[in-house]
């Protein structure tokens, strides 16, 4: 423990710069003492030196991903903001991200044939209730309903859907004070 304390004080030197894989075998051993702090302080160097994250480094923080197992504080990680997320909190926030991205990417690839489809059938864009709307693109597109949910949000973020779409179809709070 006393060495992987000293390892990661290490990390705070700017000079100091290591291999995805040196990284990863830091994460391994910060996971088996559950110093879940101490994850995300090594994940967050990952990404501050631009190094990006394999597939081992997501899989080894996903061994903490869950609310059953108990954190361990014992390395004293300085520097820490106190409004900042829980270590908990922020591991599941990595691992849901990594898990989004690669549904959102795969599902990105029929944007444009929904796109089609709904420029051809003006009425579906006007469809408020957003699981509605997901099942009658998925339909009539062809494409799973998960997919066309990621799209359904691209389309929002982006503008091209503009009614307020919420997930019981009623309008959101915004529309009470217009």
């Known amino acids: 423990m006393e060495l992987l304390k000293q390892e990661l004080e290490s990390l705070y030197n700017p000079s100091i710069k290591l291999t995805i894989d040196e990284y990863n075998e830091l994460l391994e051993r910060c996971v088996y003492f559950r110093e879940m702090g101490a994850v ?17 480094t997501f899989e080894t ?5 869950s609310k059953t197992i108990p954190e361990s504080s014992k390395i004293h990680i ?8 829980k270590p908990r909190r922020r ?10 991205t690669d549904s959102y990417t795969k599902a990105m690839v029929h ?3 929904v796109k089609t489809y709904l420029n051809a059938h003006p009425e579906v864009k006007s469809i408020s209730n957003r699981h509605k709307l997901a099942k009658t693109i998925s339909d009539n ?13 691209k389309l929002k973020r ?3 859907l503009t009614n307020d779409i919420t997930n ?4 959101n709070i915004a529309s009470y004070f217009k």
Do not use: M
Not at 91 to 100: L, R, S
């Open 40 to 56: 995300v302080f090594v994940y967050d160097s990952i990404l501050k030196n631009n190094i990006k994250p394999t597939q081992d």
């Open 61 to 65: 923080i996903e061994k903490l991903h």
């Open 78 to 85: 300085r520097g820490c903001n106190p409004n900042a997320l």
């Open 91 to 100: 591991i599941h926030k990595i691992i849901k991200g990594h898990n989004y």
């Open 111 to 113: 944007l444009e044939s």
């Open 141 to 153: 597109c062809n494409i799973s309903v998960r997919d066309v949910r990621y799209i359904v949000t």
């Open 158 to 160: 982006t503008r091209y």
């Open 168 to 171: 019981n179809g009623t309008n």
